[in-house]
């Protein structure tokens, strides 16, 4: 199988790695870009308001057993007419994964702002804040750990499941093993799954190690003076 | 549970099972039945294995195997030993340059061809070809009646058809060798389902791989290209057994539904299973117009 790494045609060529694997980074940042403004603001007012929350955690857990391949074929049969270009595939693709993206991020904002300890909370209110200025200097910060833990879940699950986009005709590495599967090619398929293992890998410890930076240091303790 | 009790239960499940795989190897060898990963195929499988069963044959199916370079190592090594296969495809798999193309000149071919661990029963008159098919607006627009007239305008046009068609000479190579055709691109869809026939109806795609079994193609007005040069073999219906497995009742068995099997069955049939009927309803009707069912 290694030898298939080694040929250069497939790296560049048509259905090359480098093409596919942009491609499958394309849908996936688009993807999550969608669903991280959709849900943050939810989470955001769940969190600081706590109304709703049985309603967040009822319909999260709703999208949550939609199935993606079949809702991919089920968009791209309902949508088709009205795109005549590749849209019809692009669209029903961003869906699905934007609706596998929601639940994560949407339950780490809330759960995120939830867990801010309540005197942290009364004492801004004490300081004179208004609830707007609470929850943006003092419970957005608080809560950045759990936040990243939730986008961190959701690009995790974006990025394995964008290889259904390659059953649409689309691009991404699934192209690699749907292609393989096809042509009894196990080279192929095998490369495929290992790439998007790998690019999954590289995804996760890109965001463990941004929760370095972004995390304020008294929360993680880090600071040298108590 | 006292101990006691606790060794009484292990010792009579232990004997159980003895008793039980002793028995089914008694009950006689069983016959598994694979097909490919489209209905139809599916439908021919399931009709194989109604048939065996009325003879008291006892039948396990594995369907939805995948393409035929999936199902035919699975043949070869034992993991099957039936599958309902078309003559001229399967021709084309073992020998990639073969020129045979009418009914005759295929099943002659294949039997040459064929490994020795299996054997090839009688073809049926019935036949799914894959056909190049067009909306009736594109054939209109570009006066598209054969495949060679697709040449001065293919470089506009995206083909669409099964992830197979990539490595295979019945697609997209084929048709770059034989008829001249570089397509602007080629979508990978399904075996001629509903991903192919939406995408075509809608113009994500211009041309398509269908079947000539499918449905579609008279109810929305289809075109079927005709194909002169003959890159699409004759596609007669014929099962391909395991020589192991092979019996009398068996290859009797077959041959009757290959003799009773009409190209006008499987459209009917096809249509029946894209109104969604099960697909052992379908071939318990046929089976039992036919006589061939308990």
Known sequence: MSDWFFTLSHWYGDDGIVPLLLQHMAYSAVALAIAVTVAFPVGCYTGHTGK???????????????PSFGLIILLVILLAGYFESDMAFVLPCIIVLVVLALPPVALGVHAGIRSVDPNVHDAAK????????????????????????GIRSAA???????????????GGLGRLIIDGRAANDFAQMT??????????????????????????????RRTKNP | MTIKKRYLTLFSAAMLSVASSVWAAD????????????????????IYAGALEAQNIQVEKKLNIGSREVYIPALLDGSINVIPEYSGALLSYLDAKNQAHSSEEVAAALVTKLPEKVKMLNTSTAQNSDVLAVTKKTADKYKLKTIDDLKPIAGQLVLGGPAEWKTRHEGVSGLREVYGLNFKTFKVLDVAGPLTLTALKNNQIQVADLTSTTPEIKKDHLVALDDPKHLFAAQNIVPIVAVSTLNPTIES?????????????????NEQLAEFTSID??????????????
């Open chain 2, 27 to 46: 009950a006689g060898q069983k016959v598994i039945i694979g097909s490919a990963d489209f209905p139809e195929n599916q439908l021919l499988a399931t």
């Open chain 1, 52 to 66: 709703g929350e049985a309603l967040l955690i009822g319909i999260t857990n709703a999208l949550r057993s939609l």
């Open chain 2, 281 to 294: 309803d379908v071939a318990q009707q046929w089976l039992t117009k036919h006589g061939l069912s308990k």
């Open chain 1, 191 to 220: 490369a495929g799954a290992v790439l998007v293992a790998l690019l999954a890998l590289v995804i996760d410890v890109f965001f463990s190690l941004s929760e370095k930076f972004v995390v304020s240091p008294g929360l993680s």
């Open chain 1, 126 to 149: 004490g300081i004179g804040l208004t609830p707007l200025q609470v929850l943006m200097q003092v419970e957005l910060p608080c809560a950045i750990p759990l936040i990243i833990s």
């Open chain 2, 253 to 269: 068995t077959l041959n009757k539904i290959s003799a009773q099997l009409t190209t006008e069955d499987l459209i009917a049939m």
């Open chain 1, 156 to 170: 995790l699950q974006i990025v394995s499941t964008a290889t259904i986009a390659a059953y649409v005709s689309l």
